[in-house]
């Protein structure tokens, strides 16, 4: 028998994919309370008064914006407050920006602004809230990655996904490689350029690198990361190509599936996918466990396949082995 969730916190949750999980966590779990991280607490606060009719008080608003230390370490106070003893159980880093594609030139401002959020802000948040998530009988962290991570990550020179995929590779490490990946992209000549939305691409494999190093670190937790895939929320407001995006209830069912069903049960370092096309029913959604790393076409697959409930996930140790051999 499980341990029973009783407490969640969302990044981004109040729009989009992140909105979605909130409901989807108060739904799962009628022991629940919810917060619901927002950069703007008055249009957070109006959320949760909305939702009090439905769940009363297991939503509260928790203003955070993850690239202000201030903002993290006063919401660590307002969810300790909340909580009185009782720990954290479940983390869900999902905010995140996307300022490139669509047309936009290449600036290193933005690629700079799209690491603060989506790599820095996200270690920083979860570093603060690691000793509350620690005492959980479930302590659980669950990022909003993409299948652009692994993409990106497949992309990259031998030496640098060898870099990224070492299995003594920690926080530091990591983030000195990607600080180098990102300052190297002030060269014009950068063959990395020639990869689509690079600076997402290296901040959401940063994403799943540091997944990879903490599921390493803190083996009694389910720590792992899931992409909802291409899905219709601000974030894919001035697409204009030919791909038609899924409902952002669609893409969040990932969460779902990890936090509530087998799928996602006792494991931990794995990369999950919500892979259904855009109109599937919700009720019809599956989520599959997908590679950290997609290579490019010819190389050999390097994680095993998917959807087998009871196998086992791909052990961090076995990339750097699995990598030699391609
Ligand atoms: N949509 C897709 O196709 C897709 C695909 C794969 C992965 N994802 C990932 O899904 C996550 C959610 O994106 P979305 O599609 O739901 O986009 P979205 O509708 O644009 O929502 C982004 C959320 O992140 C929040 N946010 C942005 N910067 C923040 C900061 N500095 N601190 C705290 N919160 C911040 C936003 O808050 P504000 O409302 O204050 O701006 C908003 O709540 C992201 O991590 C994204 O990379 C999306």
């Not at 991280?37 to 957070?44: E, Y």
């Not at 993409?146 to 020179?157: E, K, M, N, Y």
């Not at 290296?202 to 190093?213: A, D």
């Not at 959807?307 to 990598?323: D, E, N, W």
């Amino acid at each position: 028998m499980l341990p029973a969730m009783r407490s969640a916190l969302v990044s981004g949750g109040n729009r989009g994919i992140g909105l979605e999980v909130v409901k989807l966590i108060l739904e799962g779990s009628r022991e629940c309370r919810v917060f619901l991280g927002c950069r703007d607490l008055a249009s957070g606060q109006a959320l949760a008064q909305k939702f009090s009719a439905t769940y009363g008080s297991r939503v509260e608003a928790v203003q955070l914006d993850v690239t202000r230390q201030e903002s993290i370490d006063a919401c660590g106070v307002a969810c300790a407050k909340a909580l009185g003893d009782a720990p954290l159980d479940v983390l869900v880093n999902n905010a995140g920006i996307l300022l490139e594609g669509d047309g936009k030139p290449f600036s290193m401002e933005a690629a700079r602004d799209t690491m603060r959020v989506n790599f820095e802000g996200l270690v920083a948040l979860t570093q603060h809230f690691m000793p509350m998530l620690i005492r959980s009988p479930c302590g659980i962290i669950l990022s909003t990655s993409s299948g652009v991570g692994a993409r990106t990550l497949g992309l990259l020179s031998e030496a640098d996904r060898f870099a990224l995929t070492d299995a003594s590779l920690d926080v530091r490490r990591l983030s000195g490689v990607l600080s180098r990946l990102v300052d190297d992209l002030h060269r014009p000549d950068n063959p990395y350029h020639a990869i689509p939305t690079v600076a997402y691409g290296l901040s959401k494999l940063g994403v799943n690198c540091y997944t990879q190093v903490l599921a390493r670190q803190y083996t009694m937790m389910c720590i792992n990361a899931c992409s909802p895939g291409f899905c219709n929320t601000g974030m894919c407001a001035d697409y204009t190509g030919t791909r038609t995006p899924k409902s952002p209830i669609l893409g969040a069912s990932v969460f779902r599936q990890v936090l509530f069903t087998e799928l996602g049960f006792g494991r931990t370092g794995v990369f999950f996918k919500e892979n259904s096309k855009a109109g599937t029913p919700v009720d019809e959604a599956v989520s599959v466990v997908d590679p950290w790393i997609a290579l490019p076409q010819g190389e050999p697959s390097m994680t095993p396949p998917a959807v087998k409930l009871t196998a086992a996930p791909m052990s961090a140790a076995a990339i750097p082995t699995a990598l030699a051999m391609a």
